[in-house]
């Protein structure tokens, strides 16, 4: 199991390095591509990507090097859940359902993680 956690909290942590570096660093290029965060602004879509650079960081660093209490890494991967419940909420909103399986998909991995280090390991 612990390597099964490992793996997913591994696919987690890069998907969100990609998805909040864009929201964080690109913000304007974001901004212009997704409906949803040219009417959120700039500066609330630059707040996302780096709430999701922290939870990247949060969902393996407090595990990997013992650091920190691993209580952080079940907190970082509840957050960046939530995350996504709020994106398909957003996207339902928006009426823009392709990236729905992505974000249904970014839901569970992560609630995985979370019940994975909080009962299993």
Known sequence: ???????VASI??????????MKTFKTVD??????????????LVRVVGILELLGAVGIVLP????????????????????VQIVAIGIHIAEKSLGSLPINVAM???PLFVMIGRLFWV
Not at 1 to 7: D, K, T, V
Not at 30 to 43: I, L, N, S, T
Not at 72 to 77: P, V
């Open 1 to 7: 199991m612990e390597i099964a956690l490992w793996i």
């Open 30 to 43: 974001f901004v212009e591509k997704a409906p949803w965060a040219k009417r959120m602004g700039v500066p």
């Open 63 to 82: 595990q990997l090097t013992g650091i920190g209490a691993p209580a952080l890494t079940i907190i970082a991967a509840g957050c960046l859940a939530l």
């Open 107 to 109: 839901v569970i991995l």
């Open 12 to 21: 987690v942590a890069a998907f969100y390095l990609m998805a909040g570096g």
